[in-house]
């Protein structure tokens, strides 16, 4: 936990979210501002600043938060059609919240270009 951080802040229920699914390692909860029809955010629950600071300790996790994007994908409604599965780190990266996540996009077509 960091005391600053808003994202361990809603895992640890001191902020409000629209929380999805939680388990002892990550939890997931949509986007505040949703690019995409369907916008949610997978987190661990340790606070790991950016991949740039995360270690082979944090691998199994890493593994963990894209499968529970998969099963959340299905569960939304948008696994056959597609989605996009996104980490951004550092500034020119995108990255705005220093707490590791991943961002489940979809329920409209990203085809035709990255950025
Ligand atoms: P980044 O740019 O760091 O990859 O993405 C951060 C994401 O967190 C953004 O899409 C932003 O809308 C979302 N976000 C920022 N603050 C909050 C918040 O307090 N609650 C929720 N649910 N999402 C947030
Ligand atoms: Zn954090």
């Given at each position: 936990m960091s005391e600053d951080c808003i994202f361990c802040k809603i895992i640890a229920n001191e902020l409000p979210g629209e929380i999805l699914y939680r388990d002892d390692r990550v939890t997931a909860f949509r986007d505040?501002?949703?690019?995409?029809p369907v916008h949610v955010l997978i987190v661990p629950?340790?606070?790991?600043?950016?991949m740039n600071e995360?270690?082979?300790?944090?691998e199994a996790v890493l593994g963990h938060m894209q499968l529970v994007a998969k099963k959340l994908a299905i569960k939304e409604g948008i696994a056959e059609k597609g989605y996009r599965l996104i980490t951004n780190t550092g500034p020119e990266g995108g990255q705005v919240v220093y707490h590791i996540h991943l961002h489940l996009l979809g329920g409209k077509s990203m085809a035709g270009g990255l950025v």
């Open positions: 505040i501002q949703p690019a995409t629950n340790k606070h790991i600043p950016s995360a270690t082979s300790e944090d």
